[in-house]
């Protein structure tokens, strides 16, 4: 069973930054799609930015420009740079990866922007 663990939420100011890192316990990143979602309170979850097993790139409208999607050196690893944070980039963000059989989820790190 792999294992997804996100770190590196916070609260922030408007205009800050943050980076999460995503850690899974096998090499699933490597040929699989992979990918962060997040869920504001009261809202359904959606994607914020994913990497297709194909390695192309995709970002949600609301983030494209500021938030950059991308493999860390080690297999195991992904990374979701978060610049120019606006309050509406508030909630839990997950780090999800899918095997085109299974889905794995992380438990998520809240992120919160002050206005």
């Known amino acids: 069973q792999v294992q997804l663990v996100e770190s590196g939420g916070g609260l922030v100011q408007t205009g800050d930054f943050l980076r999460l890192s995503c850690v899974a316990s096998?090499?699933?990143?490597?040929?699989?799609?992979m990918g962060w979602y997040r869920q504001a309170p009261g809202k359904r979850r959606e994607l914020v930015a994913q990497?297709?097993?194909?390695?192309?790139?995709k970002y949600a409208d609301s983030v494209k420009g500021r938030f950059t999607i991308a493999r860390g050196d080690a297999k195991n690893t992904m990374f979701l740079q978060m610049n120019s944070l606006k309050p509406e980039d508030t909630g839990v963000y997950y780090c999800?990866?899918?095997?085109?059989?299974?889905?794995?989820w992380g438990q998520g790190t809240q992120v919160t922007v002050a206005s």
């Open positions: 096998g090499d699933i990143f490597s040929r699989n799609q």
């Open positions: 999800h990866a899918n095997t085109g059989r299974l889905d794995y």
């Open positions: 990497i297709t097993s194909s390695s192309e790139i």
